[in-house]
């Protein structure tokens, strides 16, 4: 068994080095506005949530495991001299493949951050995201088996004018 680090632990060990737990994304985007800057979105290239880490990893190594079997790149810093040809790629195929524009989109960010470039693969051009394509928690629930539609027809009639689903408008 030899030395050298596999692609995945090098990539898992990025992601490692890109988690800030603690840290507030909070008070760095109010000090950013302090200094003066003005932004539409913002980002501090690091990760602040745990959810966020588990859907960035499952990202990025299936991009990475995609450049292995594709390309036989088995080497991180050979990925990353080729980050925007290789992204690029990667994006257009799963666009081709009809994957979900919210998927792209995640994977694109998810990327983005992983090699710390924040226009990497502009050039893909992600389709546009329409509500009426969400498929997820828009049929019925197990919780729906004793819910007497009759007697909430008001607020069903709010819910669907915004767009809410029922447990969204609970208290908090």
């Given at each position: 068994m030899g030395n050298r680090r596999g692609i995945i632990y090098e990539a898992i060990a990025r992601l490692d080095q890109r988690m800030v737990p603690g840290?507030?994304?909070?008070?760095?985007?109010?000090s950013a506005r302090q200094a003066g800057e003005h932004f539409w979105t913002f980002s501090t290239q690091t990760i602040h949530s745990h959810r966020t880490r588990q859907a960035y990893q499952q990202h990025v190594l299936h991009f990475i495991n995609w450049t292995r079997e594709i390309y036989g790149i088995n080497r991180l810093s050979n990925v990353d001299a080729q980050a925007e040809e290789l992204a690029t790629a990667y994006l257009t195929q799963r666009v081709i493949d009809q994957k979900s524009a919210y998927t792209v989109q995640a994977e694109r960010a998810a990327l983005r951050l992983f090699f710390q470039q924040q226009d990497l693969a502009d050039t893909v051009a992600i389709p546009p995201r329409k509500r009426e394509q969400i498929h997820r928690s828009r049929g019925v629930t197990k919780q729906d088996r004793h819910f007497q539609p009759d007697h909430w027809q008001s607020t069903i009639a709010f819910l669907r004018a915004c767009g809410l689903r029922r447990e969204e408008a609970g208290a908090p």
């Amino acid at each position: 068994m030899g030395n050298r680090r596999g692609i995945i632990y090098e990539a898992i060990a990025r992601l490692d080095q890109r988690m800030v737990p603690g840290q507030s994304r909070f008070a760095a985007k109010a000090s950013a506005r302090q200094a003066g800057e003005h932004f539409w979105t913002f980002s501090t290239q690091t990760i602040h949530s745990h959810r966020t880490r588990q859907a960035y990893q499952q990202h990025v190594l299936h991009f990475i495991n995609w450049t292995r079997e594709i390309y036989g790149i088995n080497r991180l810093s050979n990925v990353d001299a080729q980050a925007e040809e290789l992204a690029t790629a990667y994006l257009t195929q799963r666009v081709i493949d009809q994957k979900s524009a919210y998927t792209v989109q995640a994977e694109r960010a998810a990327l983005r951050l992983f090699f710390q470039q924040q226009d990497l693969a502009d050039t893909v051009a992600i389709p546009p995201r329409k509500r009426e394509q969400i498929h997820r928690s828009r049929g019925v629930t197990k919780q729906d088996r004793h819910f007497q539609p009759d007697h909430w027809q008001s607020t069903i009639a709010f819910l669907r004018a915004c767009g809410l689903r029922r447990e969204e408008a609970g208290a908090p």
